[in-house]
């Protein structure tokens, strides 16, 4: 089965979490977009979504469904999202789209995560894909001469800025063996806004296709 298809079978299992009178927390990409289409047959039996990201919001509201912010909403019961990988403990690599950081918050203020991927995303090591770094402009070099100290070759992903209107440093070359630990001491450093580690609070369900892992 091909990739996308993968993707859409995955975005679709997804509204099985849905429940009525939910508020979706909805996170960003090619495999969400699928989820987001499905969402919209649902709509009306929803009150809304919470969105992690312009282009998220763009889709959402042109299918009609109402979008809603976070700071109304109070706690979310359902999120879900894709990743660029994930390993056995269903820890995530996130932000191959440049979201996030508005991901991880939506991601940390829902009961349960539902991440949808299709089967490349699999991994027993989190580090291939290059991890995605939220940094403040003006300390892209501070954080990148960081990076090259634990053993990482950061890349500016030139050209790109947020939606918070900062930039991205992309991170080759590590092989993870411990996420939780290298998220919390990237958490620490200053200029970090958000890691695209996905670890101290990974996904709750991952489904690949439309079974879950
Ligand atoms: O910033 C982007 C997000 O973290 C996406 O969830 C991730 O890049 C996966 O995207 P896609 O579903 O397009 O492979």
Same mark, same amino acid.
């Given at each position: 089965?091909?990739?996308?298809? /993968?993707?859409? &079978?995955? +975005? /679709? !299992?997804?509204?099985?979490?849905?429940?009525?009178?939910? #508020?979706?927390?909805?996170?960003? +990409?090619?495999?969400?977009?699928?989820? #987001? /289409?499905?969402?919209?047959?649902?709509?009306?039996? #929803?009150? +809304?979504?919470?969105?992690?990201? /312009?282009?998220?919001? !763009?889709? &959402?509201?042109?299918?009609? #469904?109402?979008?809603?912010?976070?700071?109304?909403?109070?706690?979310?019961?359902?999120?879900?999202?894709?990743?660029?990988?994930?390993?056995p403990f269903k820890r995530l690599i996130k932000g191959g789209g440049a979201a996030l950081t508005r991901e991880k918050i939506v991601a940390a203020a829902s009961e349960k995560f539902v991440c949808i991927i299709d089967s490349s995303k699999r991994v027993e090591l989190l580090g291939k894909f290059p991890v995605p770094i939220e940094v403040i402009p003006m300390a892209r070099s501070l954080v990148g001469r960081e990076i090259v100290k634990r053993g990482g070759q950061p890349v500016w992903r030139d050209g790109v800025t947020t939606d918070n209107g900062n930039w991205i440093i992309d991170v080759h070359g590590w092989q993870i063996v411990d996420p939780v630990a290298l998220e919390s001491e990237l958490n620490q450093l200053p200029g970090i806004v958000t890691v695209g580690l996905f670890a101290r609070r990974p996904a709750d369900v991952v489904l690949i296709g439309d079974r879950e892992m």
């Open positions: 089965m091909s990739n996308a298809n /993968e993707k859409r &079978l995955a +975005g /679709e !299992a997804a509204i099985r979490y849905v429940e009525d009178g939910a #508020i979706v927390g909805v996170g960003t +990409g090619s495999t969400v977009a699928f989820f #987001i /289409e499905a969402l919209a047959d649902l709509k009306h039996r #929803i009150q +809304g979504a919470v969105s992690s990201s /312009e282009q998220s919001t !763009a889709q &959402l509201k042109k299918l009609g #469904i109402p979008v809603l912010d976070l700071n109304a909403t109070g706690p979310l019961t359902l999120y879900v999202d894709g990743a660029d990988e994930c390993d």
